[in-house]
């Protein structure tokens, strides 16, 4: 049985990671995902930043350094 885990990112203009955090209750992947976006400045915005919510299938496909919730 494969398990949804919802990863938030924070990503800097050059498509560098800069936070991340997964788990794998939808509720709180939307809360977390809302924060991220809410964080965000509008310079930060304007510079190129973004937030991304994805769903994958396996902690494999979670990034190394992800403050993994729920594990």
Known sequence: MTN????NEQIDPCGILYSCIACCDRKQA??????????LTADQVAQGWITRLREV???DD???AALKLSF
């Open 57 to 59: 299938q396996s902690w």
């Open 30 to 39: 939307d809360e977390c995902h809302e924060s991220f976006k809410s964080q």
């Open 62 to 64: 979670v990034p190394v």
């Open 4 to 7: 949804t885990i919802w990863v």
